[in-house]
Structures are given as structure tokens and as C-alpha cells.
């Protein structure tokens, strides 16, 4: 059986919680979970990304909870134990990075978490740990309401990353 049978098959509660390990936000993965059968990876990505439209800032927040801050080791591994491993992979750039980008980083979440309410969150997948400390430094010039949208956008990416390495799992 394929991934993807697997997660059309699955009872509502099990799908769920599948979907939610992708996207933290309890609407959308309700959503997803009633628009199954998928027919193919195209029709679930589809499917995501329409979903995720008719989410709000509410979602997003929820969403964003499920996430470590970037460069935040221990979290990934208490917290989020069910995403570690993507989670680890996703930021994959922070493991070498030097004690200044890692203190940088430090420095900045708490700036940004202070500025807009919720953690940063980047697309980390194939970036450097410096490359996002600069993102992370320009974004924080950003107004609130934009911010907010340029990082529902990059949950969007983040999710797609996830549902891909749920069909290949």
C-alpha cells in the first residue's frame, strides 16, 4: 500500500493527526482529512494549498506554534518529538553554523517574537544558517499585518516540503 492509500484509508482521527505533523493548523487539517480520497500527489498538494487559502490569521498562529525557532536544538527535541526529524532536516543549514550566526539567531528570535507575537518562521530546507539570520534580520523591519502574511506564505512551503516527505515515507 502507498503513502497515499495508507493516508486515504486512515481513520479520521489517525489522518488528522498525519496531516497535522505537515501543518499545525487544526482547521486545515480537519479540512483535509474530509477531502479525502486524494487521487494522486498533485490532487493532495492542490487540495493544501486551497485549503490553506480560506485559512486566516488565527490558522497561522496555531500553525506556527508547532514549529522550534530555527537554530533552537532542545526544542526540536522535546517538544516537537513528532516533526524532529523533518524539523531537523528542514534546518539542516543551522549544524555548522559559528557561535556568532548561532547567537545572532538567538538574539533575533527574541527581537521578532517580541515585535510580531509569534515565532520567526523561513522555508529553511537548502539555507544557511547565516542566509536566514539575514532574513531574519530584514523581515524585522517588516509591518506586523505583512509579516504576518509573508509568514503564512512560508508555512505554505513548509507544508508542501512536509506532505512530500509523508508520501515518501
Not at 531537523?88 to 539567531?105: C, P, T, Y
Not at 544558517?129 to 508555512?155: S, V
Amino acid at each position: 500500500m502507498s503513502a497515499l492509500e495508507r493516508l486515504n484509508t486512515l481513520p479520521p482521527d489517525e489522518a488528522r493527526a498525519e496531516l497535522k505533523r505537515c501543518c499545525g493548523a487544526s482547521r486545515w487539517a480537519e479540512a483535509m482529512t474530509k477531502a479525502r480520497p486524494f487521487r494522486d500527489a498533485e490532487h493532495l498538494f492542490s487540495e493544501a494549498s486551497q485549503q490553506w487559502s480560506r485559512t486566516g490569521p488565527e490558522d497561522w498562529r496555531e500553525a506556527f506554534t508547532h514549529h522550534p525557532r530555527i537554530g533552537d536544538v532542545a526544542s526540536l527535541r522535546a517538544k516537537f518529538a513528532a516533526t524532529a526529524s523533518w524539523s531537523s532536516q528542514e534546518q539542516g543549514g543551522v549544524s555548522g553554523a559559528g557561535e556568532e550566526v548561532l547567537q545572532g539567531l538567538a538574539d533575533g528570535n527574541q527581537a521578532y517574537e517580541e515585535r510580531f507575537g509569534f515565532i520567526f518562521l523561513v522555508c529553511a530546507t537548502g539555507k544557511s544558517a547565516r542566509e536566514m539570520l539575514g532574513l531574519l534580520r530584514a523581515r524585522l523591519g517588516n509591518a506586523p499585518e505583512e509579516e504576518l502574511r509573508i509568514a503564512a506564505g512560508e508555512q505554505a512551503k513548509i507544508t508542501r516540503i512536509r506532505l512530500e516527505k509523508l508520501l515518501a515515507s
